[in-house]
């Protein structure tokens, strides 16, 4: 009982202090934002007259401009000063829109050689290196961007933007049927919450104890000065060191947790048919088929969440560092690595702790609804994010639900996967 208020306590004070750091971390809401009117500056062209303010808006030129310029100002008013790189694109498309007097006013503040380094840099992104050729030429957007660039923007718009579109109408359709089938007393009664017999104390000597103390604070100040020691023995640079460095903390992150799930569990005994945390992971299609349905309808409701939060407090900040990381990586063994942590490590290993421990212990203590609700909370919370919280809150739920509807722990695995799948690939596609 001591260890675990002890541990509990220790959880409790990391945990605010990681919500109200993430209010000093930037977003990669303004920098997803910023690629996505890129990708329509240059797909324009391409497009038909006729769908171009659809796909790509009235005036994506104009809509880019304000955009880096409140980026601009976001990142002065926070006494970080701005990229150069965004300095001299701004100032490149204010001379493209015919105002050449703002564009020399910005040119100005910038150091003599910032041109010159920008445009060797070959990471360098695509519309900017478009407006560094219309500048140094005189020529038109024609003469300087094939047409290969414009359709592979265009493919990548339409993936970020359409393709997501008809996903959330489909999703919506799929709501309006469970919700119809809901009031007309047609939804089949769900099974009984199984789980491990653990009680509440040990659920909270696992998450408390094992995930927070020892995976999040003892794990990364024991691994992290041999990690980087060996990374640097081997001359493994970036991206490729940020990668791996991800990778192999949350594989120790998970190490201590599990080992811990795993006493306890063997202190139950013989396991029954299907194992403790019903997993159930054959045939994969009947867990399959609802994780794809469940992500369908999730999606609707955090898109809604996240809507309704950005009228309230438009840049809460606080996004996970790994997002920034893969938006700007172009390694492909740096991706693979982000991707594996991301779509294959973190799913199995949270919905373990939040759906295949922390729920049917809730349930059976406080009831299903609740035990829903609570698993939701810290799986929200965990992920230290005060911006997070609302849309990560509303996945909980969804994941929640999932458990408790199917009663299979392997829906919610894939079901998590598929949704960090999508973000992952969002972000690949708008930072190629």
Known sequence: MALALVSLALSLLLWLNGLVDSLSRPSVGGDLNLRQLELAVLAEPQLPAALRPLVAGQDPAQALEKALADQIQTSEESGTPAPPALRLERSLLLQRLGRPQEAKALRAELPADTERLIAADPSQRPLLRLLLCEQASGSATGRCQSAATGRRAL???????????????????????????????????????????????????????????????????????????????????????????????????????????????????????????????????????PALRGLLMVLPLVSLVGWLQGQLWADPGGSNPLLDLVLRSQDPLALACFALTAVVLAPLFEETIFRGVLLPVAARELGAGWGVLLSAAVFAVAHLSLGEFPPLFMLGLGLGWLRWSGGRLGSCVLMHALWNGLTFSNLVLLGS
């Open 155 to 289: 493919g990548q718009l339409l993936a970020v933007t359409l393709v997501p579109a008809l996903v959330l109408l489909v999703g919506v359709a799929l709501l309006l049927r469970e919700l119809w089938l809901l009031w007309r007393r047609r939804l089949a009664a769900p099974p009984a919450i199984q789980g491990p017999p653990l009680s509440g104390l040990d659920a909270v000597l696992l998450i408390a104890g094992g995930f927070v103390v020892v995976g999040e604070l003892l794990t990364p100040l024991l691994v992290t000065p041999a990690l980087q020691a060996l990374l640097e023995g081997l001359a493994i640079t970036s991206p490729l060191r940020e990668g791996l460095s991800v990778l192999v903390l949350y594989l120790a992150l998970m190490a201590g947790p599990l080992l811990i799930l795993s006493l306890m569990l063997a202190g139950l005994g013989s396991a029954p048919a299907g194992g403790w945390l019903r997993f159930r992971w054959r045939p994969l299609t009947a867990g399959l088929r």
